[in-house]
């Protein structure tokens, strides 16, 4: 990673993006698009989920225990005591092991999604490619107000994930997320094409769109979280619809900024 194309103040920039966004992930349940902030968490590969957050939806009780240190939380007829950190839990007083330790983020417990899903006799589906969770349990409430309107497609993720892999090599989040938003605001501007798949094959731009192998890549998940966080309103580099890995000496007056060796311009 080039961080030393970074200026400190971009730096920090960057470490704040990457460290405190947390819904990555799509929730859907029951065809719906659901609100996500702060239940569900992708992590190290791992998806986690607030015992608390998931658990409101199940309807079950949740209780902090100060002194413990533990979350209790009643599902059925039985009580989960869960710590920090830890990959030990307690079911009323029998200890049990969870599939990983337990996360606290943002004053939240996390749990293994799969150990909770299991206990609530719920099943779900994990689409990576997406970054998008299937949950399937009529015991999953939720009310009008935290359905989402999609404003994307999947293709549209995909290719956008695609174009940003090929472009930036061994990159950062951030810097994915800055080729990402190059794409879409030349889609917001009148001149260039308006859809997300025009822009990438339009004729004289994005050389590694060309290749044949191109149209069937996978992109990394490093990739498709930069593309999500682009198409969700993460902007990096507000009005820029140009980059290169050479400045153009053409464009000096609309310079914007030097980001991992790539030069970007308004």
């Known amino acids: 990673m080039k961080w030393k194309a970074l200026p400190i103040a971009l730096l920090l ?28 968490i992708l992590r190290d590969g791992v998806l986690y989920a607030s015992a608390s957050e998931l658990g409101t939806h199940f309807g079950s009780e949740i209780r902090w225990l100060d002194v413990a240190k533990l979350a209790v939380i009643q599902i059925g007829d039985h009580y989960y005591s869960f710590g920090a950190n830890t990959a030990s839990a307690l079911m009323d007083q029998n200890e049990i092991q969870l599939s990983q330790p337990t996360l606290m983020e943002d004053n939240l417990l996390y749990v293994p999604l799969d150990d909770l899903m299991r206990w609530y006799g719920a099943t779900g589906t994990w689409m990576p490619d997406a970054l998008t969770y299937a ?5 999953f409430q939720y009310d009008e107000s935290e359905v989402k309107v999609p404003t994307y497609s999947d293709e549209d993720l995909l290719w956008l994930a695609r174009i940003v892999d090929v472009e930036t090599g061994d990159a950062t989040v951030f810097k994915r997320m800055a080729i990402a938003n190059v794409v879409l605001n030349r889609v917001k501007s009148e001149r260039f094409p308006n859809t997300i798949y025009e822009v990438i094959f339009q004729s004289g731009q994005f050389p590694p769109s060309k290749r044949e192998s191109f149209l069937t890549l996978t992109p990394k998940m490093n990739s498709v979280i930069a593309a999500k966080r682009a198409l969700e309103g993460e902007n990096n580099i507000e009005t820029c619809l140009f980059f290169n890995n050479r400045p153009f000496s053409s464009k000096a007056d609309d310079f914007y900024q030097l980001i991992e060796g790539d030069y970007f311009y308004n």
Request: aromatic share 4%; charged share 10%.
């Open 13 to 40: 920039i960057a470490m704040s993006l990457t460290a405190s966004f947390a819904n990555e992930v799509t929730l859907v349940t029951n065809d719906q698009m659901i609100e996500n902030e702060n239940m569900i």
């Open 135 to 139: 949950l399937n349990s009529p015991a």
